[in-house]
């Protein structure tokens, strides 16, 4: 089994928010989020704000996956905010391990409640390019996952589906709103 560490991702640690953008870029670019480095260099500063969260995982001195946070609703609730994995570590533990460290510092902050928006822009489960203001509750009951969309890796981490915004990013383009009470 491969070995990471993880931490938070402090401002003096140029290199690794360095890494940290360039990855961003590297796994949402394909879906249309992150296009440009730079896009990701300011999301990436964006998330080092004092009252935000933000872990990376660390193998070898190289980000291989980061998890943020953001605090609302006077920190009862905590956006999950993103999650991303280097694709060659994927399906070794290194979400989940986010997660439970993400769900931990929640709870410590005194948190009830992690929300976050899974988009589907590739048709990549049955909620994509159909009316979902027809029969919502319905359709997400049977959601299926047409090509690997992480909403079935949430549920494996106990988050349900609270909600849909139906044409969030383009018609038949939806977010997919997952959740989970922690403590």
Do not use: C
């Not at 870029?25 to 080092?48: H, N």
Request: aromatic content about 8%; cysteine-free; proline content about 5%.
């Amino acid at each position: 089994m491969n070995h990471f560490t993880i931490s938070d991702l402090q401002p003096h640690m140029t290199a690794e928010i360095a890494q940290a953008a360039a990855l961003l870029q590297r796994v949402f670019a394909p879906q249309g989020s992150w296009v440009t480095l730079a896009e990701a260099e300011q999301e990436v500063a964006e998330m080092l704000a004092p009252d935000r969260i933000v872990r990376v995982a660390l193998a070898e001195g190289q980000v291989i996956g980061w998890i943020g946070g953001i605090p609302g609703y006077a920190g009862n609730v905590w956006e999950l905010h993103p999650l991303l994995v280097a694709p060659e570590w994927q399906g070794q533990g290194v979400g989940t391990a986010l997660v439970r460290d993400f769900e931990a510092l929640v709870l410590a902050k005194g948190g009830l409640t992690i929300q976050l928006g899974s988009d589907d822009v590739t048709d990549a489960t049955s909620l994509s390019g159909v009316d979902l203001y027809a029969d919502t509750w319905e359709k997400v009951r049977n959601i299926r996952n047409l090509n690997r969309h992480p909403f079935e890796f949430y549920q494996k981490q106990g988050y349900t589906i609270i909600g849909v915004m139906p044409d969030a990013n383009g018609r038949g383009r939806p977010d997919i709103y997952m959740g989970k009470r922690v403590g």
